[in-house]
């Protein structure tokens, strides 16, 4: 089955500056690759998504890049504000099922 | 559109109870999956339900069951509780099969003791 590995497992940033959060998969069939967010005592919030026939994708101050032949996907939010301060899961699946998330990164932006 | 809602909330049982939460999916949506969320196992895939069926199923014991109705609301249930089932879980609705947006609710959180 799918193995997704994520790095780094907490990280923190300055406000303003940029962060990268990184992701590898295991199995090649995997077709999407969603991130989700999730703030303390909440639920995780989709907030970007790609699938294997883009290279990228962005949306405002968060893009996701994708190497399909090294396997690996990865998060990027620029201009860091304390309000992105939460947890992050990688995810990927092969058309949405069997999803499989990453061990998630806590990212804590400093004001 | 209402969003998922689980139920309960929150739930504490002893060892060896069995217990049963309930998913309602997004309104229009059919495909519904379930998730343990754990500080040390971070969120593992219990099973998704399709159609009444459940199409995957992730590397749990056969103590988790689910089952999905007509109407889409799905169920878990897990029999002889065991103190490490301490968790929240939380189920996500899709639309369909291979569409991609998940939509996670707000959780079960579940203590056993």
């Known amino acids: 089955g799918e193995n997704v590995e994520q790095h780094p497992s907490t990280l923190s940033v300055q406000e303003g500056d940029s962060a990268v959060i990184k992701c590898t998969y295991s199995d090649s069939a995997s077709n999407y690759f969603p991130w989700y967010k999730q703030e303390l005592g909440k639920r995780p919030q989709l907030i970007i998504d790609i699938r294997s026939n883009v290279g990228e994708k962005k949306d405002q101050r968060i893009a996701v890049t994708l190497n399909k032949t090294a396997k690996h996907f990865s998060l990027h939010i620029t201009e860091t504000q304390p309000e992105d301060s939460a947890v992050y899961f990688c995810a990927a699946s092969y058309n949405n099922n069997d999803m499989r998330f990453g061990a998630g990164t806590r990212l804590t932006v400093k004001p | 559109k209402a969003g998922v809602t689980q139920t309960p909330r929150y739930l504490i049982k002893t060892r060896g109870q069995q217990v049963t939460l309930s998913c309602s999916p997004i309104?229009?949506?059919?495909?519904v999956s379930w998730y343990q969320q754990t500080p040390g196992q971070g969120l593992q895939f219990l099973f998704e339900?399709?159609?009444?069926?459940?199409?995957n199923k992730g590397n749990f014991p056969g103590r988790f069951s689910g089952r999905q109705f007509s109407n889409s609301r799905s169920e878990m249930n897990v029999s002889t509780l065991e103190l490490g089932d301490s968790a929240l879980y939380l189920c996500?609705?899709?639309?369909?099969?291979?569409?991609?947006?998940?939509?996670f609710g707000p959780g079960t959180r579940l203590t056993v003791t």
């Open positions: 339900y399709f159609s009444e069926t459940q199409r």
């Open positions: 309104s229009g949506h059919r495909s």
């Open positions: 996500a609705s899709s639309l369909d099969r291979g569409s991609a947006e998940q939509y």
